[in-house]
C-alpha cells in the first residue's frame, strides 16, 4: 500500500505553488525597478523584455561556445541597455557543491551574447542578475566570491550582480527587491538597488502565471485549466447522464497553445521560448485521469475531460489526490509495467520534442 | 335618488391590473411604456406596479423560453407581441394571484431593462422574481447598494413639492454579528423595523450601527394642513437590494426619481464591467478591478478569514484557494457562466478582481453583488497604482 506521508500535503503544494508565482512577480518587479529608473528621464522609454528568449552564445564563451543560452529573463532598454535574468526562488542546499551549476550559468551569460532587439543582435556591455530567494542570497553571494577569490572561476568581465527577493507584508504586500551582490551599470541604478525597492503586489497582478520553469506542483496548471478553460468549454456540451459529468473533448495542441496565449509565452519569432509546454499540460491532463476526471482516447494528444461542478471545498484538496491515485497504481500495477513503460516512452518522447523546440531545456 | 344609488354601486370598479394590461397591451412599442404611467390611477393595497430591473444583451424571448421550461413556468407571448408575456405557474390549480402579465421594457440606459407587472405580490413572487433569477447569465438583475438607494430617495424628496415629504416606513436590516461566529451559524442578524422616519434619519442611523437594508418601504407624505405637523400618506413604494422596485401611485414621479437613478448606477457599474475577459482583449489581460472600502476593514485578520470563508459559499462556483492570510487570493470559477476571477486581497482596505480567460459583465455584477451583500459594500472601479 502507498504510504501516504510520502505524499506532500496541500499546503506543501500551495507553498510551492506561492514560489513559482512569487518568482514571476519577482522577474516583474526588477522589470519594473528598471523601467521606472529610465521613466525619470524619459517617460516614453521603451522596455523590452522577454521571460525566456534564446541567446547565442560566442566562439569566446568559457561554459558553452557557440550554443545557445536561455535566460529566465532578457530586459532591454532602446538598443544601449541590457540585463539577462536567471531567476531562482528556490535554491538546493549546496551538498556535492551542486550550486556550482547556477554559477556556470551566470558565467555562460557572461559573454558577447546575441540575440538582443537590435541591428546587430549584439548589445554590450550588458548586465548579468541572479534573481534569488532571500534565503540562500546571502550564502550564494559568499559562494560565488569565494570561487572568484579562489581563483576557482575569473571575475566576470559585464557587469554581474546578484538580487534576492522576497514578500513582505507591511500596510500592504509588497515584493522586496535588493541588490546584494557585485555591480550593475549604470551606477546609480546599482546604488538604488543595492538600497532594495519596494513593489506593491497589487501592481504586479498580471495575465503571466507561467514562465520558462516547469511549476514543481502539476496542481497549479490543474487548476487554471479547471477553472478558466473548462469551465467556460463544459457549457454546451454533451451531459453523461449515467456518470453525470460533462463531456469535454480536448486536444492538447490545442489546450497548450490556449493555455500560452492565455497565461504564458507564444510568440513566432524562433528567439522566444514558448510556455507553458505541451508536456506539463499533459501531465496536468494526466492527473485529472487518475482522478477518474479525464480519459485518454487513442493517440497521443486527445483526452476528454469529465467536467463536474465542484461546489463547495478547495480544488487543490480535491486536484492533490491525484498524488494518492498515483501511488496507489504504482503499488498494485503488477501486470501494468509494460503499460506504463509505454506512457513513460510517450511521454519521453513528448521530452525530446519540447527538447528539440527547447533546445537548453 | 335609489337610480342614482345603483348607478354608483353598478359603475365598475376600477380594476389596476386590468387597466394596466389593457394600456400595455395597446401599445404599439415597448419604447412607448412611460408614457402609460400618468394614466394609471391609484392602485389598492395588495397591488403594486412592480419593476425588476435586469442588465441583458440580446433576444429576452429566448431566454424566457429556456427558463420557463426549467423553472416549471408556462410563459407565451401575449398578442404575439416579443415584448409582452403572459405567465402561470405549470401543474398548479392556480389562483388567479398567480397568473398575470409581464412587459420587458427597455430602460433608460444601454444594455437595462425592466420587467414590470401591475400584480399582487404572489404572482410577483412565485413567477416574475423565479423568471428573472433564473434568466442568469443571459440576464442578470441588477443591486442596489445602500448610498445609492439613499441617494436616489433623497433625489425623490428634494423634487415633490413644498407640502409633500418622503418617509421611511419600514426596513429590512442586516448586520454584522458582534459575536466570533460558528463556521455553519449566519455571519449575520436580520432585523426589521417599523418607523415613520426621514430618509436621513434612517440612513444615517443605519450607518452607525453598521446595518445594511435589504429592504425598505418609503412614502411619499403630504401634509394634512398648513399650520399643521401632520402627514398623511398618499403614496408608497418599496426598493429591494436586489434591483426590485414597487409602488402604488406616483408613478411618473418614482419611474424619473427612483428608478431612473438606481437604473443610472447599475449601468454605469455594468459599463466598468465591459471587455474585461483575457480572450475578448485579444489576450491582454484587464487591469484588475477594485473594490474599495472607507475604512481598513482587512486590517483584522479576522476580516480576511471572514471573506474567505464568504466566498467559499458562493452559489453555483468552484473556488481554489491559493493564499488564505496574511493576503488571500483565489479564483473563482461561475458555472453558470463559464467566467473566472482571480480575488486578491493585498491591502487592508480593498479586494481586488482580476477578471480571467471569460469575464461576462453579468458575472461580474454577480459577484460584486455577492461581497456587497455577504461581507461589505464598497465603491468599485478599475484598479490603478
Not at chain 2, 197 to 221: C, G, P, R
Request: aromatic content about 12%.
Amino acid at each position: 500500500m502507498p504510504n501516504e506521508s510520502d505524499i506532500p500535503d496541500v499546503d506543501e503544494i500551495r507553498q510551492k505553488i506561492e514560489e513559482y508565482e512569487t518568482t514571476i512577480m519577482g522577474l516583474r518587479a526588477l522589470c519594473k525597478v528598471i523601467s521606472d529608473h529610465y521613466k525619470v528621464d524619459n517617460p516614453t522609454t521603451p522596455l523590452r523584455t522577454s521571460f525566456g528568449r534564446r541567446m547565442t552564445t560566442s566562439s569566446a564563451n568559457c561554459v558553452h561556445p557557440n550554443n545557445t543560452a536561455t535566460p529566465d529573463a532578457v530586459i532591454q532598454i532602446e538598443d544601449d541597455w541590457g540585463m539577462v535574468v536567471e531567476a531562482k526562488r528556490t535554491m538546493p542546499q549546496n551538498n556535492n557543491d551542486r550550486w556550482r551549476n547556477t554559477v556556470d550559468q551566470l558565467r555562460k551569460y557572461d559573454d558577447n551574447l546575441v540575440g538582443w532587439w537590435t541591428s546587430s543582435g549584439e548589445l554590450i556591455p550588458a548586465n548579468i542578475t541572479l534573481l534569488i530567494d532571500v534565503d540562500r542570497s546571502i550564502d550564494f553571494s559568499r559562494y560565488v566570491q569565494s570561487l572568484i577569490d579562489n581563483g576557482e572561476i575569473s571575475t566576470f568581465q559585464n557587469p554581474t550582480s546578484i538580487i534576492e527577493f522576497f514578500k513582505k507584508q507591511e500596510v500592504k504586500q509588497f515584493l522586496h527587491v535588493r541588490q546584494v551582490w557585485g555591480r550593475l551599470e549604470p551606477n546609480n541604478l546599482s546604488q538604488k538597488l543595492e538600497g532594495g525597492k519596494s513593489i506593491s503586489v497589487e501592481g504586479l497582478i498580471d495575465g503571466q502565471r507561467f514562465y520558462d520553469q516547469e511549476p514543481e506542483a502539476v496542481e497549479y496548471t490543474m487548476v487554471l485549466l479547471w477553472q478558466t478553460v473548462f469551465t467556460e468549454r463544459y457549457i454546451g456540451t454533451k451531459f453523461d447522464e449515467l456518470a453525470k459529468v460533462w463531456l469535454i473533448d480536448v486536444d492538447l495542441d490545442e489546450l497548450t497553445e490556449s493555455l500560452q496565449k492565455l497565461y504564458g509565452q507564444k510568440s513566432n519569432e524562433a528567439r522566444e521560448r514558448t510556455f507553458p509546454r505541451k508536456r506539463w499540460i499533459k501531465k496536468a491532463l494526466d492527473a485529472f485521469v487518475l482522478l477518474d476526471l479525464a480519459f485518454h482516447l487513442e493517440g497521443n494528444n486527445k483526452y476528454v475531460v469529465k467536467f463536474k461542478r465542484f461546489r463547495g471545498g478547495d480544488l487543490f484538496q480535491r486536484f492533490y489526490k491525484h498524488r494518492i491515485s498515483a501511488k496507489k497504481k504504482d503499488a498494485t500495477t503488477n501486470f501494468g509495467q509494460l503499460e506504463l513503460f509505454e506512457t513513460n516512452k510517450l511521454d519521453q518522447n513528448l521530452i525530446e520534442k519540447d527538447e528539440d523546440v527547447n533546445s537548453d531545456d | 335618488m335609489e337610480i342614482t344609488i345603483m348607478a354608483r354601486s353598478a359603475a365598475p370598479k376600477y380594476d389596476p391590473i386590468q387597466a394596466f394590461e389593457s394600456w400595455v397591451s395597446s401599445l404599439s412599442s415597448p419604447n412607448n411604456f412611460f408614457g402609460i404611467l400618468p394614466m394609471l390611477k391609484k392602485f389598492d393595497d395588495h397591488v403594486q406596479l412592480r419593476e425588476s430591473i435586469i442588465y441583458h444583451k440580446g433576444d429576452f424571448s429566448s431566454v424566457i423560453e429556456r427558463i420557463s421550461r426549467i423553472a416549471k413556468i408556462e410563459v407565451n407571448n401575449y398578442n404575439s407581441s416579443p415584448w409582452l408575456f403572459s405567465a402561470r405557474i405549470i401543474g398548479e390549480d392556480s389562483a388567479k394571484e398567480n397568473e398575470g402579465l409581464l412587459a420587458f421594457i427597455p430602460g433608460k440606459y444601454p444594455n437595462m431593462y425592466r420587467v414590470i407587472t401591475v400584480s399582487h405580490s404572489l404572482f410577483w413572487t412565485d413567477v416574475v422574481r423565479k423568471l428573472v433569477k433564473r434568466s442568469y447569465p443571459e440576464a442578470m438583475r441588477v443591486f442596489f447598494k445602500q448610498n445609492e438607494i439613499h441617494d436616489a430617495l433623497k433625489i425623490l424628496e428634494n423634487n415633490t413639492e413644498n407640502n409633500l415629504r418622503v418617509h421611511i416606513l419600514d426596513g429590512t436590516l442586516k448586520a454584522k454579528r458582534d459575536t466570533v461566529q460558528n463556521r455553519g451559524r449566519s455571519q449575520f442578524n436580520t432585523d426589521r423595523v417599523w418607523r415613520d422616519q426621514s430618509v436621513d434619519e434612517m440612513f444615517e442611523e443605519a450607518l452607525e450601527k453598521n446595518q445594511w437594508f435589504t429592504s425598505l418601504t418609503f412614502a411619499i407624505q403630504r401634509k394634512i394642513g398648513k399650520e399643521s405637523q401632520n402627514y398623511f400618506t398618499i403614496a408608497k413604494g418599496k426598493i429591494s437590494k436586489f434591483g426590485e422596485v414597487y409602488c402604488d401611485s406616483y408613478f411618473e414621479e418614482i419611474e424619473e426619481y427612483i428608478i431612473t437613478t438606481l437604473e443610472g448606477y447599475a449601468s454605469e457599474r455594468l459599463e466598468l464591467y465591459q471587455m474585461r475577459g483575457i480572450r475578448e482583449r485579444d489576450y491582454k489581460p484587464s487591469p484588475p478591478l477594485e473594490i474599495k472600502y472607507n475604512i481598513d476593514i482587512f486590517d483584522e485578520v479576522e476580516e480576511i478569514r471572514r471573506f474567505g470563508r464568504t466566498m467559499v459559499k458562493y452559489p453555483e462556483s468552484s473556488i481554489a484557494v491559493f493564499h488564505g492570510n496574511p493576503y488571500y487570493h483565489a479564483n473563482i470559477a461561475d458555472f453558470a457562466d463559464g467566467s473566472s476571477f482571480d480575488i486578491w486581497i493585498l491591502s487592508p482596505d480593498r479586494v481586488l478582481i482580476a477578471p480571467q480567460a471569460r469575464s461576462t459583465p453579468q458575472a461580474l455584477e454577480r459577484i460584486t453583488s455577492y461581497i456587497f451583500y455577504q461581507f461589505r459594500e464598497g465603491a468599485v472601479k478599475e484598479y490603478a497604482e
